[in-house]
């Protein structure tokens, strides 16, 4: 079976870090393009990052230069390091994995920014 489990979710207070992490198996974890996404309380679901099994990345405009996305395929394992956290970061983070037109998708993790 198809798994991707996330980790890394969480409170953390404005300025702050956090890295998420997703693990996947039951895929040939190498060849797959790996994406996070989030949708925060009333808006809609938004690509955050994505990186392709080549290593290029891509990046929504709002998190360049605070967001990295990386992959270690030795652990089939995709990571998302969040730095300088905002409250508009706050919502809940989804890993997909994809390849040809197969897409697969995490349970979703929750990240909240508060004081």
């Known amino acids: 079976q198809v798994q991707l489990a996330e980790s890394g979710g969480g409170l953390v207070q404005p300025g702050g870090s956090l890295r998420l992490s997703c693990a996947a198996s039951?895929?040939?974890?190498?060849?797959?393009?790996m994406a996070w996404f989030r949708q925060g309380p009333g808006k809609q679901r938004e690509l955050v990052a994505r990186?392709?099994?080549?290593?290029?990345?891509n990046y929504v405009d709002s998190v360049k230069g605070r967001f990295t996305i990386s992959r270690d395929n030795a652990k089939n394992t995709v990571y998302l390091q969040m730095n300088s956290l905002k409250h508009e970061d706050t919502a809940v983070y989804y890993c997909?994995?994809?390849?040809?037109?197969?897409?697969?998708w995490g349970q979703g993790t929750q990240v909240t920014v508060s004081s």
């Open positions: 997909q994995a994809g390849y040809l037109r197969r897409d697969y």
């Open positions: 039951g895929i040939t974890f190498s060849i797959y393009a």
């Open positions: 990186i392709t099994s080549g290593g290029s990345t």
